[in-house]
Structures are given as structure tokens and as C-alpha cells.
């Protein structure tokens, strides 16, 4: 890393400097791990212990704190920790970047189109993909025939772009990310067991279909990825039916989250890890699906939806709700079924034991 | 996309032509965004409002709909709109194939057996593997020494094919998908905390074993894969101990699936999105595991079962049976189980009140 | 696989050989399909009549069984079954290894230091990077520059490893696990649904915030992976935001795990497939979490902890405990919620139909 003066620095992030501002930094680091050339990051009261036990000249500090008090020589104070966090790691961060070049080793397809692209070794982009100016593939990263990707991405090691897929400006796709694999989508000639479990009432008994073989319903629609999207490590986007399935501009998806085919995710949502949609679900704009939250198919979730870790959503979701439990019920409503669920088994031996006669006094005592 | 004509896909579909069948389409589309050079797809009463607001004059219509009324001037009935589909997007479909051929840029063992198949760039073919005529590798795909791979397949973008893998006829291979990796299997020399718990009668503190080191158990057995298979994006199947893992004639894996060790899934399943089957389970014929269903290690999973989204298998399921809720219960006592439980607030605050003393009259009143 | 005696094999396996131990076979099969030249794995009496079934002449079988009885001639006696196949597996696994080579179409940076390393086709190694004699990168494997990887590893195809990654000796990445992808962090200016959410009481509405952009913090911290780790297939670990990541000595990771950025896992941990660790939990030595456990971030989880599958931690877990459940709890409290839970619906009718008034005779009676 280059260094920096906690002036610089102060200013990159819109806060105050104090103290000795033409002090220079070279990274950052946990307060008590911090070196005396590094920023230490104690941006809450609970650092100032280990503030005192790093060797930090200079720290980023919440609002009100003593920085005198704590042994240092310069400091910054953040407002909002985790909205400075970003404005540092990005000034800190040296991703490596350049003009466009293409590594010697890739394979690029004649008709192809990578002006001002970086293709890092070992890249595969096919017949007539056009990849922007500016977007960087690092090594191994597949382009299928005639997919689009835009300026100033990037493609991180291991990416698979499959065909009919569009991906827009400033997207960041991680390690062994897989856009625009064929949907999961098969149908037998008659009714399958699937749809007769769906159909079913009480406990029905499946019997075997008579032609259980599964039809394959091709995948013709690819991918739509907005502007400044980011996909996660090994999570899969499915190419749609016979349109393309969407992610909206700012969405973050975090790492083996899978989206099936047909789904579309507005603009500026999270969603967390181990997530699944299934097919052509509808998600709203903003809303942040926690770890492990699973959506059904078809359904619509609305916008400004939140829902919490491990949460099975089996059924549409208005905007603005909070939602939480397997399956999912409103956050209210969920706290106090698993309270309640806690309390139960006590309940039910005060009831089995109300059941039983009263004993009668014992003659003896 | 090269055209047809509504007769010839008519035909294809095994379905009745209506009106001017000789028009000829170039793609398929939603209705609301057909151009008029593409064949809508409104296969219900649902979509005959979005076909009034697209341009298409040709449409594929659920049976009894008016299509005059609609304004197209051709139709296809499809009695199946599912079906239809699978049969229409496969001829719509426009992947490439073409004789067999070798990119230079692959690197393909002396030994390696590769006639008629074509081998996309920057593959990998280990020495003594084999790949049949009509196969087709995309680029960065790995196929270790020895392993064989049928005819007509596809294995897309970074798939890896592991030693001792035997992958049958017409089987399609997601981008990413990893065939073959190793088992997790390990054991301590005594008894383990995983061993303990399961052991474990009430709240058991679990203390600090002797000797905690994990002894890895290698997988020499690697995976069998039905003909007619498919598997999707960034799923695992890992190899088996002694014996393969197997998966049987028909059956797709949908994306995120992990498959453990030893474990052997029949034909026709189905096992949805972010399903996870741990080691030695064995699953029959025609099974349908909904989106991230988990099954437990070395459990009997019976043919024609079928599992919602979210179930959670912790011991053996007969044949037929419908299974929902985690811990997984037949379906009907799932559903009276969470209908209960979305009451027992209610019921618990009931009795609470029903244990206070009656209020005494306020001698006011 | 070459041959070995009943001998050689009892003595790696430090166990009693018993009748013709002389004899030779070329490697391990399950017992009813046990060809001559195969060892039989018998361990345990379950498996004393699908030996009668199989043609083996030799077995590894359970203390006190009758071998002669069994139809044997040969016989390993195995007090702890899986111990005894870690070390047999072992035995019989003819992976391939030899001095260190670099293949000629990897691209190998020229400041990388890889002496004694074996290094696959179409392998990267960026700038910098330094990898272990001993160490065998399979092919298509990526290593970041600058990243340092140990001695005698083994990273199978499609494996990624990002900057900033530190990797132990005797370490074992299965096929396209990630290694050091960005940390899915990202901030609002204001304050974000995600953090209303939290903070919400009752059935709050959430309305769209003024400025949804996310920002991103950026992961400067990389990977520390500790001696004797394994990560599996398809799995992803994430990079720390200005420290490591870090996962210690001897833990094993199953496939389709997610390890948020900044997570601290200790030693001799085995964490099963399809897990998710969000953000900045700590995990301490030897604890077991079981197939598809979800830990929410910010969390501690003790060591010697034990969780069954599907569990759903949202909350700190003490040493020891064997925890279940979603949300967890305590396993004797879980069962007991269970069983409680599958009784409830009977006890709801029970108690609607004491409440509803005694019917009055009929007079008609």
C-alpha cells in the first residue's frame, strides 16, 4: 500500500482531522493488532481498551472520544463507522488496475470486441461477445458467443457468462460465479408427482406415473445484470425461459445464493448467503433477504421487504414487512409463536397433571 | 434464430395449427412483448389480456380460447402448456453443434480417447479418459485421467470431472458443477464430539476429547451418472469410498446441491435448488426434493416421495408419502402443526387469564 | 492399485491379521460385491451375510466374528471400523504424486517462487505468489499474486485463490472451493431497512429510505488457513475486511459452505456441507456444526459445540452445549418442543370442544 496523511484521509472521507494531520499512514488495522504505521479502526467505545494495547499513532474514533486520553497523536472522527469503513478500504484498496491488454494466453473469438478490456491469462471470450472499456477479467474467466458486459467491471476468476447474457457498467462478479446456466425447469407428459403433491389433499399416497420420464424446457431467454450489481462467490444466476432473468441496478447478492430462472430482483436489494429464489419469483426494490432465506416459486415479494436469517418465504409478500421463521410469518407474530413454542412443553404437563384425579390424603398422615 | 412456420411447429408439438399456418415466426416471447415476428406464449386464460397489448399474429393459446377475438391470425392449442413448452423451446433452441473437433489451445492427454467429440478451449483431458462422439466441452472444463464420459453430452464452462467417474449418454453438465470431489469422511481415533452428541441423553456438557485430530477417510470409489442426467450449476457430487456415488437414468439435479459421499439417488428424481443429501442416503425412483430440502447421512428415502421447500429428513420416509416442515412430518400433520402453533399465543395468553382470580365487583359501581 | 498382503495391511492398520496372511489383494469392496483379489470392508455383523453373498477370500471384519464360519480364508480384525478405513483408504489410494514440474501451457508468473511444486496444465500463479515443494496444484487452478501457499497441499481443479490468501501445510482444497473472495459488506449513507429491521418493535412498516445506495467496504484482509485443512467442493471463504479470515489447524470444511469475511474458526472443527458462518463470528476448537447450520454474524460460538443438522443459530453458544433446532436451543429443550409441537393439534381440539356448551337431550329421543 501507498501511504497516506490522516489529512488525506480525513478529507476522503468528508470527517474531522485532529491532532498531528500530516502523519502518514500505510494501512489499517484491528486496534490492538495495529502497527505504528497503520490507521487503527476503533470507531465504537468498546475499541478504546484496545486502543491502549496497539501501537497505533493515529486512529479513526467514534464521536466524542478522549483521543488524547488514549495515547494518540492524530486521530478521525466518523459519524457513521461503517459508512467510513467503505470510504477507507476503497482509498486503501490497490486492485491492481491499467490500460486495456489482452494476456497472451487468452483465446479471444475473431468477431469479439475487447477494446480498452484488460483479459487477464487463460480467458476464453467467444464469437461476437463486447466486453467495455475499462472492465477487467482476471485469469480463467469464461465469455460465451455473443454476451455483453460493460465498462469498468469486474470478472473475478472463474466467472462463467453464458450465452444471451447482458451485464451492465461497474459490476463486480467474485470467484467461480455462474450467470446465465440453463433454468431448472422439466416436465413430464402427464401429471407428475410434483403437481399431484402440490393438488393434494390430506395425506394422499403418490403412485408411480405412468411415463415419469422429464421434458426438458429449454432456456432461451439468458441474463440481465444493471449497473453496479455484484454477484458472490460460486452463486448461480439461471437464464430465463424465453425472456431474460433480472438483477436490478445496485443489487448485492452474496456468495451460494442461487436465482432460478425467469426471477426478477429489483434495485439496491441485499441478498445474503445460501439464499434461493426459485423460479420466476418477483423480488421488490431494497429489500435485504437475510442468510439462508429461501423463496418458493412464482410468488411476488414486495419492496422494502426484510427477512430474517433462515427464513422460509411460501407465499406473497407485501412491501414494508418484516418477516421471519420456517415458514414465514410476520416478525411479531414469529417471536411470539417461538416463545410461545418454548413454554409449550411445560404447558402440556400442567395439563396432563389437571387431568389426573387429585390424590386423596393419606389416611396415614 | 433461424424461422418456422406455425405449421411446422404445430407439428413438432404434436398440436393443432389454426388460421394462417404458413406465417412464420423467428423466436417465442412473453405475449405483452412479442414482436410481430414472434410466437407468443399464452398457454392461459391469464395471459389473453397481455396478448391484446403486444403485436404478436400468432400466439400459442390454451384450448377453447377465441383466437380471432384475441387478434392473431394463426394459433397453436396446447392441451399441455408446460409440455408445449419443452417441445418448443427445444426446437427454438439454436446451440451449436457441429462434427467433432479439438481447439488447439486444449490440452488432451496422449492417451486420452476423444473421437468425434468437440473439445472447446483451454479444456483439460487427463490421460486414459474417454469422451464419446457427439460430447461436447465448452471451454475450461476438466476431465481427470481415466475418467469416462458417454455420447451426445454437454459439459459446460468450468466443470470438473474428478477420477473413477463414469458419466453416461446425453447427460448435460452445468457451468461449474463439480463431479467427483472427495467425500468428507473422517474419524478420530476415539470417540469424537460428533459421536458423543449423537449419543448424548439430556443436555450432555461435551468436554474437550484426548485426542481431537480428524483421520481423513479417502474416496476411491467415484461417482456413476445415469444416462439422460443433468446437473446443475456449481452443484457437488462426491466421490464414494469404496463403492461410486450414484445417480440414476433421468434424473436433474437443480443448482447449489450438494450430494454426499456414497449416496445413491434412483432415476427420474427430481432434487431442487440448494438440496443437500449427506453421505449413504439412499433415495428411490421418481422422488421430488423440493428447494433446499436437507436429508441426514445413511437414511432410506423411498421412490415417489415427495418433499416441500425447507424440509428438513432426520429419519427414513416410505414410498408415496408427502413430507413437509422441519423436522419433516407427513404433510397433514405439518400443516396442523403450524396452524397450531400460529394459535397458541393466543391460547396461552387465554389460559394465562383464565388462572387469574375472578376480579371481585367494585363495591362502587 | 498394486498389491498388498493381509499382512502389510494389518500391520498399517496396527491390527491382528488371522489365517492366510500371505495372501494379496488389489484393493477394497463392499462385501457382497467383493471380487476374489478384493479385501471385503466387514466391519461391523450387519454386514456377515452379504459377505456370504461375495466372492471375497479376505475381509476386514468386526472383533469376534467367526471368519472361518464367514467362508474366509483370510481376516483383519478392526476394533474402531472408521479408524480402520481412514488408514486402509489411505493405503489403497493411488493418487498420483512426483517431483515437482510445471506443465508448459500454465502460466507462471516470472517473480512466483514454485520450486518442487507440481503445477497442472493450464494453471495460474500470479506475480509474487509463492507455492510449497511438495505442493500439487491440479489443472485450472488460479493463485492470486502474492499469495503464499505451504508445502505438500493439494488444490484441485478450479480452485481460486485470491490476494492477500496464506495457506498452511498438508492443505487439501477440493474442486472450485474459493478462497479469499470480497466479504459481502456494504453501508448506507443513512440508515438502511436492514438496520431498521433490527431495531424494529412490533410489526413496523418500512418505507423506502431516502438514499438506498449501498457502498461497499472493501476486504483488505485476505485468508489464513491453518496446517491440515480441508475446504470443499464449491465452497467459499471469504476474505476479512483489514485482518484475515482465519480457519485453524486440522478444521475441515464440507462442500457448498459460505465462511463470512473476518469469521475465526479454531482447530479440529468439521463444519458440514451447505453451512453458512456470517460475518465476523468466532468459532472455537473442535466444534461440529452439523449439514445446513446457519450462524448468524457477530456471534460466539464455543468450543466442544455440537449442532444437528438444520440448526439455526442466532444467538451465542456456551462450550459444550449440543445444540438443535430453528431458531436453536438446547437439544433436550428442542425435542421436547418438538414432541410438544406434534401433540399440539390434539390438544387445541380437545380444549374448543370442552369450551363449547353440553348439548341439551333431544326431546324427540
Known sequence: MTSHSIEEIAAALGA??????SLRVTGAAEPQAAAPDELALAMTPAYGEALTRGRARAAVI???????????EAAIVAPRARLAMAQLTQLLDSAPSGPGEVHPSAVIG????????????????????EI????RLEAHVTVAPGARIGQDCRLAAG???QRNCRIGDRVILQPNATIGGDGFS???????????????????????????????????????????VEVGSNSAVDAGTIRATRIGRGTKVDNLVQVGHNVVIGEDCLICGATGIAGSTVVGDRTVLGGATGVVDNLKIGSDVVTGAGTLVLSNVPSGRIMMG??????????????????????????????KPVPKPDPND
Open 110 to 129: 475473431e468477431s469479439a470486441r475487447v477494446d480498452g478490456a484488460l483479459i487477464g491469462p487463460l480467458c476464453v471470450v467467444g464469437e461476437g461477445a
Open 186 to 228: 422439466f416436465v413430464t407428459r402427464d401429471v407428475s408427482n410434483a403437481e399431484r403433491a402440490r393438488a393434494a389433499l390430506g395425506d394422499a399416497r403418490l403412485e408411480p406415473p405412468e411415463d415419469p420420464v422429464w421434458h426438458r424446457i429449454h432456456s432461451l431467454g439468458g441474463v440481465e445484470i444493471g449497473d453496479d
Open 159 to 161: 466467472v462463467r457468462i
Open 16 to 21: 474531522e482531522a485532529l491532532g498531528a494531520v
Open 326 to 355: 420456517s415458514p414465514a410469518m410476520p416478525m411479531t407474530a414469529h417471536l411470539a409463536s417461538y416463545k410461545a413454542l418454548r413454554r409449550l412443553p411445560r404447558l402440556l404437563r400442567d395439563l396432563a397433571s389437571a387431568k
Open 132 to 135: 467495455g472499456a475499462g472492465t
Open 62 to 72: 467514534w464521536p466524542g472520544a478522549d483521543w488524547q486520553a488514549l495515547g494518540l
